[in-house]
């Protein structure tokens, strides 16, 4: 019997107000701790029907303050306090999945306390205009204490890892999240559309509006998945050009999102991810990938067998790598191959070794 199967478990969420890659994780470790308790800054269940309904979920008491538009978000410099306030006195084992504050919780020393980041909290690490750099000295210093009390540090890749050795001089352990791999598959006969294919939240980060435009200049097809804050922008970019070969999606169900990865010709990454989930899925689809070559997608794509690197952030770079892709043949197997490497089985395994391993 596993060790944990008679442990009383409590797992720690950021927020429950979303869906993308993180969630996907989550979802994943819940199969390793199928009975464990939710905790979260704040929890909005109209925005969470991808989540099992026999779960116990307990909410900070940003929960409870009046609802704003970007809500939790402007609460932000209330977080280590709130999640401060949960009391783990009646579990074995705290697992804690961030990029902001699950490190901050405060657990009894008979409690095994792992903490699984994303990323290191990015808000607080970026440059700050000179009249905000005071505040954010201070969070930093707060953020320094609040890492030493998780017994154990777990990331999602070597990227994130070296960010930690940078910030913290630390060295947490990696273990690489994964995808469902009975959910992307190949078609039998692989039939690539015209199109190039973004999946992303819009966000600022993740430089949307630089592949539409290196797209637009390139006379090429792109398709976007996804919704957020930066929708309307991007609408009204995608109008501004005056360009019918790019097209704004917002979210689609997963039979859809399917059929966009099988038919297209490369999946294009702009940012830089801290892991990035996407990639995978596109690979295990038996797409290539044509991604900027920092973050995670280094390592999960291999150049010139699964995909291609752009060097800059640039519209320019990314247009030389779409001019590139034409005289590559990227074979389907490969790519399957290079996914299978990652899937949410080996995931729910390593996690549920590393745990039981550390007890």
């Keep these: ?186 078609l039998q006969k692989t039939s690539p559309g015209g199109y190039f294919l973004i999946v992303s939240r819009l966000v600022p980060y993740k430089k949307i509006d630089l592949a539409i435009h290196a797209c637009h200049q390139s006379g090429l097809q792109l398709k976007i998945v996804g919704n957020g804050r930066q929708f309307g922008y991007l609408s009204r970019l995608i109008k501004k050009l005056h360009s019918p070969n790019i097209e704004l999606l917002g979210n689609v169900d997963h039979s859809e999102l399917l059929g966009f990865y099988q038919h297209c010709r490369a999946l294009l990454i702009p940012q830089v991810e801290d892991f990035g989930l996407t990639s995978l899925e596109a690979q295990a689809c038996g797409r290539p990938v044509i991604a900027y070559r920092q973050g995670g997608q280094t390592e999960t794509v291999i150049d010139g067998r699964t995909g291609l690197f752009f060097e800059r952030q640039t519209v320019e770079s990314l247009k030389s790598a779409l001019r590139r892709f034409d005289s590559y043949r990227f074979n389907p197997k490969d790519c399957i191959e290079n996914a299978n490497k990652f899937s949410e089985k080996a995931f729910v395994l390593n996690l549920t070794k590393f745990v039981q391993g550390h007890l």
């Design 1 to 186: 019997m596993p060790k944990t199967d008679h442990q009383r478990v409590a797992i720690f969420y950021d927020w429950l107000n979303q869906w993308g890659g993180a969630e996907r994780v989550l979802l994943a470790s819940l199969q390793a701790f199928p009975k464990a308790d939710l905790y979260t800054i704040a929890h909005n269940p109209s925005q969470t029907p991808w989540l099992p309904k026999h779960y116990r979920i307990f909410s900070s008491i940003i929960d409870s303050l009046p609802k704003l538009p970007l809500f939790p978000l402007p609460y932000s410099p209330l977080f280590p306090l709130a999640v401060e306030q949960f009391d783990f006195s009646e579990y074995d084992i705290v697992i804690s999945f961030t990029s902001t504050v699950g490190h901050f919780l405060i657990t009894p020393p008979s409690v095994k306390y792992f903490c699984y980041f994303f990323n290191i909290n990015r808000h607080v690490y970026r440059q700050h205009p000179f009249y905000l750099q005071p505040l954010a000295k201070f969070y930093r210093r707060l953020d320094t204490i609040a890492i030493n009390r998780p017994d154990h540090l777990i990331c999602d890749s070597y990227t994130v890892q070296n960010r930690f050795i940078d910030q913290y001089a630390k060295r947490p352990t990696v273990i690489y999240p994964g995808i469902d791999m009975s959910l992307f598959h190949p």
